[in-house]
């Protein structure tokens, strides 16, 4: 096992959260960390077979430059108690998490509803038990689609990677969010579409708040704790 230390150009949770597929993605490398309270923001790899170009490269694909550091002394991050006490006060977090949230949420009531719709047009004789499952499952469909849209264009990433990264990191949030926003419905509907009543729509407004917050605290941990966002 081979260790090498890494000076890179990373600052914030978000640029970790480009390179971390491409580390995971390379079975040569058993472990890495990352240290940005460094000034030479350090990134320490273990790996079985180390090449440092090939390395290099992998940040260089994630539109970062990284280079051997050379001094010796490694500094680690402290855990503050004071850090651990304001574990839920990061504000640009909430912000990112919220925004992350919101794509999600978009893309499940794309789905969800569009199922809800056309089982109650061709199919109404369908049981509302298996309503809310194809809803379900038709809200994760085209919240993974649109995850997986938002990597390829906007971080970049191939198909594959983009595909692996939206189901990994929002499959669990999309599923409570999809609960949330199906129970909450089904309580104050009955789980019957009346498009033509205005308490209908009015029913979608606190559906889909619940589907927005019930998983908003689960994505602010996965990105405080382990720099893990799904975009």
């Not at 061709?122 to 993974?144: C, H, K, N, R």
């Not at 009543?197 to 405080?224: D, H, Q, R, T, V």
Request: aromatic share 12%; proline share 3%.
């Amino acid at each position: 096992m081979e260790t090498i230390i890494l000076k890179t150009d990373l600052h914030c949770n978000n640029c970790v959260s480009k390179v971390e597929p491409l580390l995971n993605a390379e079975k040569s490398i058993q472990k890495y960390s990352f240290n940005l309270e460094h000034p030479d923001n350090l990134v320490t790899i273990e790996s079985d077979n180390l090449n440092l170009k090939f390395i290099v490269s992998l940040f260089n694909k994630a539109g970062y430059q990284a280079e051997e550091h050379l001094n010796e002394r490694v500094f680690q991050i402290p855990e503050l108690e004071e850090k651990k006490n304001n574990f839920w006060q990061n504000i640009h977090n909430w912000k990112r998490a919220s925004f992350n949230t919101l794509n999600c949420l978009i893309g499940c009531s794309v789905g969800d509803f569009a199922m809800i719709i056309f089982l109650q047009a061709y199919y109404p004789e369908t049981s509302m038990a298996l309503q809310m499952v194809l809803a379900t499952l038709a809200g994760l469909i085209t919240s993974i689609i649109l995850e997986t849209i938002i990597l390829r264009t906007r971080e970049k990433f191939n198909w594959p990677l983009a595909i692996k990264t939206a189901f990994s990191m929002s499959f669990i949030s999309m599923v409570g969010m999809e609960i949330a926003m199906n129970t909450t419905d089904f309580m104050i509907t009955g789980g019957s579409a009346a498009f033509n009543s205005a308490s209908y729509w009015l029913a979608l407004i606190p559906a889909m708040l619940a589907g927005f917050l019930l998983p908003l605290p689960y994505n602010y941990y996965k990105l405080e704790k382990h720099g893990k966002a799904c975009h």
